[in-house]
């Protein structure tokens, strides 16, 4: 597709249960980053992946949370035993490489409510 | 730590008009960039303008321009000619040098009016 493509856009979910968000990156993307908006809130970073490099993890708010990136495209984001401070929009970005600057291009975002 | 401050939850503007949001952050860095992004409900964010921390020429972009002040730490958007579309949450967000993670601002939502 042309753009940063995210699934599920909705989903709701009972509290304790696992959850697997879905990013796929613009074609070519070399950089993927998730962030969490949370009502009110500006977007928070949690995690950011830059080719083979180890991601960085810095943001990531506890241990419930791990993200992946398979064969450098496709990335899921998965929160294990939900709580319902969880409840928020997750937003996927990419960008391209390269040594000018290159801008993040964000999918319309998944909204997760925790019930 | 660094950190963006946006001190103006609403705003609003009559169609045609002006209007400025305000953005204030802190870094002990001297290279950086500064951005503006407008999320509409599609929650989508997109890129509005930025700004090099090294050019002393505010950006602009059509009818969208900043007032950049290194020394004050202050980066302010204003919107000229406003437009119904122009209805939107509006971010600040500062991005290290050397680094790709944006840090952003909790948002100003603009209305406008006809």
């Known amino acids: 597709g042309a753009g940063v493509s995210q699934s599920p856009s909705n989903k709701v979910t009972e509290k304790g249960k696992d959850v697997e968000l879905r990013c796929d990156p613009i074609s070519g993307h070399t950089a993927l980053y998730w962030y969490r908006q949370s009502l009110g809130q500006g977007l928070e970073f949690l995690i950011y992946?830059?080719?083979?490099?180890?991601?960085?993890k810095s943001g990531l708010p506890s241990d419930r949370f791990s993200a992946e990136r398979t064969g450098g495209s496709v990335s899921t984001l998965t929160i294990q035993r939900t709580q319902q401070e969880d409840s928020a929009v997750y937003l996927c970005?990419?960008?391209?490489?390269?040594?000018?600057?290159?801008?993040?291009?964000f999918g319309d975002g998944t909204r997760l409510s925790i019930l | 730590a660094q950190t963006v401050t946006q001190s103006q939850p609403e705003m609003s503007v009559q169609e045609a008009e002006t209007v400025t949001l305000s953005c204030t952050y802190d870094t002990s860095e001297s290279d950086y960039y500064l951005f503006w992004y407008k999320q509409p409900p599609s929650r989508q964010m997109i890129l509005v303008i930025r700004q090099e921390a090294y050019k002393q020429q505010n950006a602009t972009e059509n009818r969208f321009s900043v007032n950049f002040q290194k020394a004050a730490k202050s980066f302010s958007l204003k919107i000229s000619d406003s437009q119904l579309g122009d209805a939107a949450m509006y971010f600040c967000?500062?991005?290290?040098?050397?680094?790709?993670?944006?840090?952003f601002g909790t948002g100003t939502r603009l209305q406008v009016f006809p």
């Open positions: 992946f830059q080719g083979n490099s180890a991601p960085d």
């Open positions: 970005a990419s960008s391209g490489a390269g040594r000018v600057f290159q801008p993040q291009h």
């Open positions: 967000a500062y991005r290290p040098y050397n680094t790709d993670k944006l840090i």
